[in-house]
């Protein structure tokens, strides 16, 4: 296209283009002309500033946001390298700001003499620290207590437990608070957020090792509208899910991985009470013992219609015919991750027969299921898998396997994902190549073949991180 056309078309037209380009493209364009300057920094480009990444030392930065300041709604700083002039003037000119992302932010010229004024962000709603260190961390934690329409909030390196307990004392619209790794976070600041956040929807405190889960009967009781509880790696006693009441809970998505003080009489108290979650990650609980054959047996009973994903991934007391009883009593299950529950051909068939609308599938190889019939059944019972994780599988007879995995490939036409990961680093990677070779013959170049771990499963939808990805467009 030859730059006379381009100069002659009409501003909506360049309008429309420039909508698709990155903030750093649009600074180049702004160059141009003044045709171009003006159309750059319309307004409505600049209502959500995605600026992950970007060097804003330059003073060319405070330029920008005084043109953005009066139109910007969501900003994005993650990684940004900043100035203290910067981010005093958002604070203060960016008067309709509501959602700011700083994760992995930080300050090239910070001093101990550096404080916020107190009117800064005085509409923000939504706050992300995480990953926020030192002095850089402290210049918006002691700002907290002020921004009182604050709902959604995430910090994961606050070292005051009294700047923990005058925040949440002051914010009582928060709906979701993410505080990952905080190792400042103790069951008395549930205790406050139980008591001055009614709203509260989302609590996560993976990591926080000072949790047992104390408070809970007092977090439940007064936070009525609670949805999810993230706790993987928190120090939760079994004692405290025993005298808790799970039955007048709204909680639909649950988090107890890798919390090595829960007991198989903890999740019978909890689990058969929580019938209407959509998310269950159990991996690892109580050292892999707690989720047992009579816990699932009595969860059996009930019907969990909602229940879209389950991880019980590292879970060494369940059989799988015990699995295969529960996953029937859950239709809408379209994640599943079984580790090694499942020991046979025979029991991976009756599994998968009973799951038609399995996307997610992650499985670690057991002696008598072979490569091969894992393609079949997943052709033969689950057309409708996007993500197929193998743990451990190789392709010990390579010409059986290669077949069955081209027949999966082209009757499975949603599959996006094949995930392939071991300990024996020949065979996978054997097997990794095939799955190449596969590829291409069956023209399948949307299919990622991938060593990603099993995260890749779907995870809980009331967080913080949705809210984040909601709120800020992708450049």
Not at 328 to 346: D, F, H, W, Y
Request: proline share 3%.
């Amino acid at each position: 296209m030859s730059q006379e056309y381009i100069q002659q078309l009409p501003e909506p037209i360049l309008l429309k283009i420039f909508h698709y380009c990155s903030y750093k493209t649009l600074g180049y364009a702004s160059v141009v002309c003044r045709k171009w300057h003006r159309i750059a920094y319309d307004q409505s480009l600049w209502r959500e500033a995605d600026l992950r990444g970007l060097d804003l030392t330059m003073r060319g930065c405070l330029t920008l946001i005084d043109r953005i300041s009066p139109n910007v709604i969501t900003m994005n700083l993650n990684g940004c390298a900043l100035t203290v002039a910067f981010i005093a003037t958002v604070a203060e000119k960016c008067i309709h700001l509501r959602t700011l992302s700083l994760q992995g932010a930080h300050f090239t010229d910070l001093t101990h003499n550096f404080h916020l004024g107190n009117h800064s962000f005085p509409r923000l709603e939504n706050l992300d620290l995480r990953f926020l260190y030192g002095d850089d961390c402290k210049v918006f934690t002691s700002v907290l207590k002020q921004l009182r329409g604050l709902q959604c909030l995430g910090m994961d390196n606050v070292s005051s437990p009294i700047e923990l307990e005058k925040t949440f004392a002051n914010l009582n619209s928060l709906r979701i608070v993410h505080c990952q790794n905080c190792s400042s976070f103790k069951d008395t600041h549930i205790y406050i957020l139980a008591n001055c956040c009614p709203a509260l929807e989302s609590l996560c405190l993976t990591g926080c090792i000072y949790v047992t889960g104390t408070s809970f009967p007092r977090l439940l009781t007064q936070c009525r509208s609670l949805q999810t509880l993230l706790l993987s790696c928190t120090r939760l006693r079994n004692q405290n899910l025993l005298r808790t009441d799970w039955s007048r809970t709204t909680i639909t998505e649950l988090d107890i991985s890798y919390c090595y003080g829960i007991a198989e009489t903890g999740l019978m108290e909890m689990l058969p009470r929580l019938t209407s979650m959509r998310y269950l990650q159990l991996s690892f609980c109580g050292w892999g013992r707690a989720l047992s054959d009579q816990v699932m047996n009595v969860m059996s009973e009930n019907q969990y219609k909602n229940l879209q994903t389950l991880d019980i991934h590292s879970s060494f007391n369940i059989t799988g015919e015990m699995l295969c009883r529960f996953v029937r009593k859950c239709p809408a299950l379209n994640t599943l991750c079984v580790g090694s529950a499942i020991t046979s051909n025979e029991e991976l068939e009756l599994l998968l027969q009973s799951l038609p609308n399995l996307k997610n599938f992650y499985i670690t190889k057991q002696a008598t299921i072979k490569t091969e019939t894992v393609f079949a059944c997943m052709k033969n019972f689950c057309q409708h898998i996007k993500t197929l994780a193998l743990y451990n599988f190789y392709a010990i007879n390579k010409c059986r396997v290669e077949e069955a995995m081209v027949e999966l490939v082209l009757a499975c036409k949603s599959l996006r994902v094949l995930c392939i990961r071991g300990t024996n680093v020949p065979l996978r990677t054997e097997l990794a190549t095939m799955a190449i070779k596969v590829k291409k013959v069956a023209k399948r170049d949307d299919l990622e073949i991938s060593r990603k771990p099993h995260f890749l499963l779907s995870g809980a939808k009331v967080c913080l991180d949705n809210v984040m990805r909601c709120s800020t467009l992708p450049i």
